[in-house]
């Protein structure tokens, strides 16, 4: 009897663990270049800078915690993907973000899906919709109003960085999707980093 129970008592702890590491949505997420430009100037290394908004990850995540760094699996380097062209960061997402999905996309199926979903999401567009162009000084609403709208009324994920004695600058913007990436949800609230951007107007750097 002791080594049953032992058993069962081994099976209760570790199964809230299997269940919070497994992924249950994804974040697809999008950064503007001249917005994070203008909040890490020193880190900028691209010239002339992209006039779109860039990939910035796709990432799995579960409704109680943040899922990062799952596994130790290596890095194969995708010479097919133009995309993928700046290694060093794709290989740093993959370790970082794409391990915890790696049951459901392996490493060319992860990434292949990702640009998939940027040549989806033309978030300039999105924008243009609201009036919102590179440039402009709209409010924080404004902007997540419209994405909202774009998204078939889901509520999407913002980030900006505010720099010293400046109005805060929109930085990245974050669609959220099913696990099987078939369906658009609401960015789950408890991890939504809208609240970077404030509440009044921000700043969208052209």
């Not at 799952?70 to 960061?89: D, I, V």
Request: aromatic share 12%; charged share 15%.
């Amino acid at each position: 009897m002791g080594i049953v129970f032992k058993l069962v008592l081994l099976i209760l702890m570790l199964c809230p663990l299997t269940i919070n590491s497994s992924f249950q949505y994804l974040t697809f997420v999008q950064q503007w270049p001249k917005g994070y430009c203008t909040a890490n100037p020193s880190r900028c290394q691209r010239n002339p800078l992209p006039t779109v908004f860039t990939i910035h990850g796709l990432w799995p995540g579960n409704f109680t915690k943040i899922l990062q760094n799952c596994r130790t699996t290596s890095y194969t380097k995708l010479k097919n993907f133009r995309e993928l062209r700046f290694q060093s960061f794709w290989e740093h997402e993959w370790k970082k973000h794409g391990t915890c999905s790696e049951n459901m996309y392996p490493e060319a199926t992860y990434f292949s899906r990702t640009i998939q979903l940027s040549q989806r999401h033309n978030i300039l567009n999105y924008l243009a919709t609201g009036n919102i162009r590179p440039g402009s000084n709209p409010t924080v609403s404004s902007v997540n109003s419209t994405i909202y709208r774009a998204i078939s009324n889901h509520v999407p994920d913002l980030m900006c960085v505010t720099p010293p004695r400046q109005t805060p600058a929109l930085v990245e913007i974050g669609i959220c999707f099913t696990a099987t990436m078939t369906t658009i949800i609401d960015c789950p609230s408890q991890f939504l980093r809208t609240g970077s951007c404030g509440i009044g107007t921000i700043n969208f750097p052209a």
